[in-house]
């Protein structure tokens, strides 16, 4: 398995600026979890969704922040506009539910964000 | 509420054992997962522990306590490879917050040869 795949691994951007994120995570794992990861608030859960449904999204900063599931193998967080501020690692997980398995989440390498 | 507590930042020589330790105060726990995280990489999972006791694995075991809200992580025979953040993070039971977990700050392991 190709693993959590996330694009683009690095972005650099101007404020102002709107920028996409976007995630494919394990084929067949139900749950998708997108992370903020920065030195000074460590790993933070922005938004979750099951089966392409947003969860919670008590995560997500503000109202700059959106995230979409169309599918069950995309997704995407945008913000608009970018702030310096929303300078952090970005990391997509997913994980599968069940019985039988634990409910182990699965990283993908990151989107690492530079907002000038 | 959850809150997860781990040390900042530890540091051992190679070689050497280490133990990581990590308290929870969280709502309907169901069990207790360690990540390890190294610079500039995603977390990779380590473990997960879901009754009392200690499960090994390789160079590395990991206990947990429910009564005493308490984990730990230890880390045997340490390599300099073993340099990393380690995270604890809490799932809960199944209800409204099914399939999300709780991290902690991680603790940033540094070894000296």
């Known amino acids: 398995d190709a693993g959590v795949i996330q694009s683009p691994r690095h972005e650099v951007t101007e404020m102002g600026q709107e920028v996409t994120l976007r995630c494919k995570p394990i084929s067949g794992h139900d749950y998708l979890f997108w992370y903020r990861q920065t030195m000074m608030r460590g790993l933070e859960l922005l938004i979750y969704f099951n089966n392409n449904v947003p969860i919670d999204d008590s995560g997500m900063p503000e109202d700059r922040f959106s995230a979409k599931m169309p599918n069950a193998s995309f997704s995407t967080l945008k913000i608009q506009p970018s702030e310096p501020r929303d300078s952090a690692v970005y990391f997509c997980?997913?994980?599968?539910?069940?019985?039988?398995?634990?409910?182990?989440?699965?990283f993908g390498p990151g989107t690492r964000l530079t907002v000038l | 509420g959850q809150n997860i507590d781990q040390p900042t930042e530890m540091t051992a020589t190679e070689g050497a054992i280490v133990q990581i330790n990590c308290t929870y105060q969280t709502s309907g726990f169901n069990g207790l997962f360690w990540y390890q995280q190294h610079a500039g990489e995603a977390p990779t999972f380590l473990s997960y522990n879901v009754l009392d006791g200690l499960e090994e694995k390789g160079r590395f075991s990991s206990f947990l306590s429910r009564s005493k809200g308490y984990s730990y992580l230890l880390l045997k025979e340490l390599q300099m490879k073993d340099s990393a953040s380690y995270l604890c993070a809490a799932t809960t039971d199944r209800g409204s917050t099914l399939g999300r977990l709780y991290f902690g700050r991680g603790t940033q392991l540094t070894v000296w040869p």
């Open positions: 997980a997913s994980s599968l539910i069940s019985r039988l398995v634990t409910d182990t989440q699965y």
